[in-house]
């Protein structure tokens, strides 16, 4: 079974500060491991993804997530925040392609000018 | 290249009454899936299709709800006399063949149940 936890339903950041968002999964088996934004009343947007080759991950946006195993975490950085970062992210695990993905609860963003 | 379509936007419902949610998958792509969100909760798995095929449906409830993915056309969700709680939105995703295929999200229906 699968399970991912984000610690903060919602952030609060400044305008150039940094943003991080935690992220912890559970898997027994080897996880690839998702990044999703959604911005109000649309779809999820994919912002980066992790399947086993290098465990510091860029993304699309100035985001970039590390995986350790070791903590099994997947936090999800970008080192200055901008105004259109507000958005709602979602962490996600699965397993290979043609599987499920198993979606955190979502942490939202807000970004104060 | 077009990506995922889902239509209606958005579906206004009387409870009891019948609710089809049409999905296009990005072209090339031969995996669809379904995702429900709740109100204030996160995206739910419902059920993994291939064309012609149910591969997983451990999502999905056991009554009312059904999905087809024909070889022709686009596939469908179907909710049979709704209920109030089944007011969410309807996230369909596609992903390509392959070991690292991710998930492409549509923009969503948004069904209300009145």
């Known amino acids: 079974a699968q399970s991912v936890t984000q610690l903060g339903s919602h952030v609060s950041v400044s305008e150039g500060a940094l943003v991080l968002l935690r992220c912890n999964y559970s898997?027994?088996?080897?996880?690839?491991l998702f990044w999703y934004v959604q911005y109000p009343n649309q779809g999820l947007q994919l912002l980066l993804k992790y399947t086993s080759a290098a465990t510091l991950v860029k993304g699309i946006n100035g985001f970039e997530a590390e995986f350790k195993k070791s903590e099994t975490s997947f936090h999800l950085t970008k080192p200055s925040a901008h105004m259109s970062d507000a958005a709602e992210y979602f962490c996600?695990?699965?397993?290979?392609?043609?599987?499920?993905?198993?979606f955190g609860g979502g942490t939202r963003v807000l970004v104060k000018p | 290249n077009a990506g995922v379509m889902q239509n209606p936007r958005h579906l206004v419902r009387r409870r009891g009454q019948e609710a089809r949610l049409r999905c296009s998958p990005m072209k090339g792509h031969s995996h669809v899936y379904w995702y429900r969100q709740l109100p204030e909760e996160g995206l739910k798995f419902m059920v993994y299709l291939q064309k012609e095929n149910i591969i997983d449906e451990s999502g999905m409830p056991k009554e009312r709800f059904s999905a087809e993915f024909p070889k022709e056309g686009p596939s469908i969700l179907r909710i049979q006399q709704v209920v109030r709680g089944d007011s969410a939105a309807y996230f369909c995703?596609?992903?390509?063949?392959?070991?690292?295929?991710?998930?492409?999200f549509g923009p969503g229906t948004r069904l209300t149940v009145t």
């Open positions: 995703a596609s992903s390509p063949e392959g070991l690292r295929g991710e998930q492409y």
């Open positions: 996600a695990v699965g397993r290979a392609a043609g599987n499920k993905l198993t």
């Open positions: 898997s027994s088996v080897p996880p690839y």
